[in-house]
């Protein structure tokens, strides 16, 4: 199959979709990738370390568009992007459409055959291509809500661990997943004094066995939150309903109760985010302060950390790739339901029950996608 790599477009993502190892895996089981010049310099890697993979280097997006059978990137591709996409093309990415209406209707358009990385499950439950961005944004959260709580910066003045003899900041962490647990090692690592609330009581089990006393754990209720949210200084939204939108935890009369120079962090963004009061923010200017609470909306915070976080990304999605390109869609997803549950857009119609249910599509079967 010929693969192609666009250069990642969205504002200060350096990521890319192939590193340059994985190119030469692909290669090496029979495949050709064409690379858009440039495309990896954000974590390092020139157009001779793609030619030394075996790529072939092309020099606008249109080349790779016009000419790939599969485009493989990482985030949900921009308008001029989707523009270039045809009828029948694969293309395997992060999409997050829940949120999103107008790229969700021009998927629809453009005929594509659509994978969104962040549906694919596994056996265990989980999201095996979500979960090392996860990884990367529970733990940038911290560092983020570390900046943002800086006076500097309109927070509170608060260093997270405090010094001795002075009590360390309130960390609350709403969604246990892998972004709240990874958020929260870094939290109790810097010593404040964190607590994690989640609506899965296996979840709060894990963590608690995890944490011990280092954090508290909660059970989701509404005055579980209030309480919580009252006595925050940064709080870290994390919650996910598979391929939905995010629901709204906290409202806008509870953003204007908190003390000023709250810090909120809303990872959950890219589906639209947790807090009513938050709205997409880019790395070029990530903050915004709305009743003197201070929020944090980057919707591609592992695009700040490319290198990391594009390895990271390679070892979760390379085997997806591979099976796609060796077997062709359809019948790689025959042989793996999992990789069928990331189908969300197929000829024009939404295959993804979710996705489907937030915007007020007709959901249409994955399965009789495959027949
Ligand atoms: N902004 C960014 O750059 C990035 C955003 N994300 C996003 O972060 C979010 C979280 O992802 P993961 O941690 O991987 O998901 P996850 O599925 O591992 O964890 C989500 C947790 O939320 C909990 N939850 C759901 N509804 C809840 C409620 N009403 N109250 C309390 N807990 C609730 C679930 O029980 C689950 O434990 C997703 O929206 C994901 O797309 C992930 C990576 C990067
Ligand atoms: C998952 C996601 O939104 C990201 O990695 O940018
Ligand atoms: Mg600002």
Redesign the pocket.
């Given at each position: 199959m010929l693969i192609g790599v666009p250069k990642e477009i969205k504002n200060h993502e350096y990521r890319v979709g192939m590193t340059p190892e994985s190119v030469s895996e692909a290669i090496h089981h029979g495949h050709s990738v064409i690379i858009e010049r440039s495309a990896g310099l954000g974590i390092g890697a020139s157009d001779e370390h793609y030619q030394n993979a075996g790529a072939e280097i092309v020099d606008t997006a249109d080349d790779v568009f016009d000419r790939a059978e599969m485009i493989v990137k990482v985030k949900e591709p921009q308008a001029s992007e989707r523009a270039r996409l045809r009828e029948g093309q694969l293309l395997f990415t992060y999409l997050h459409l829940a949120p999103d209406p107008s790229q969700t209707k021009d998927l629809i358009d453009s005929g594509a055959t659509c994978i969104a990385y962040?549906t694919i499950t596994d056996p265990h439950g989980t999201?095996p291509l979500?979960?090392p961005?996860?990884q990367v944004?529970g733990r940038m959260s911290i560092q983020a809500g570390a900046t943002a709580l800086e006076k500097s910066h309109q927070g509170k003045g608060l260093l997270l661990g405090g010094v001795p003899g002075v009590t360390p900041a309130n960390v609350v962490i709403?969604?246990?997943?892998?972004?709240?647990f990874n958020a929260a090692q870094m939290a109790v690592g810097l010593q404040a004094n964190v607590t994690i609330?989640?609506?899965?009581p296996a979840?709060l089990e894990s963590l608690s066995h995890y944490f011990g006393s280092k954090a508290k754990t909660l059970y989701?209720t509404q005055s579980a939150l209030h309480e919580a949210v009252l006595a925050a200084d940064l709080i870290i939204g994390?919650?996910?309903?598979?391929g939905a939108a995010?629901?709204k935890?906290i409202s806008q009369a509870m953003v204007q109760t908190m003390e000023a120079g709250t810090v909120l962090v809303d990872?959950?963004?890219?589906?639209g985010g947790c807090f009513e009061t938050s709205k997409a923010t880019t790395h070029a200017d990530p903050t915004y302060v709305v009743d003197e609470v201070v929020h944090y909306c980057?919707?591609?915070?592992?695009g700040g950390v490319a290198k990391t976080s594009t390895y990271a990304l390679n070892n979760a999605t390379l085997p997806f790739i591979l099976k796609l390109a060796n077997h062709g869609w359809k019948k790689a997803c025959q042989q793996d339901s999992h990789l069928l549950n990331g189908l969300n857009v197929w000829q024009g119609k939404i295959t993804n029950q979710p996705v489907a249910e937030s915007l007020g599509y007709a959901f249409f079967p994955p399965s009789k996608a495959i027949q």
């Open positions: 962040e999201l979500l979960k961005m996860s944004a709403l969604g246990g997943g892998v972004v709240g609330i989640d609506k899965n979840v989701s994390a919650v996910l309903i598979p995010a629901p935890l990872v959950a963004i890219d589906q980057v919707a591609n915070m592992p």
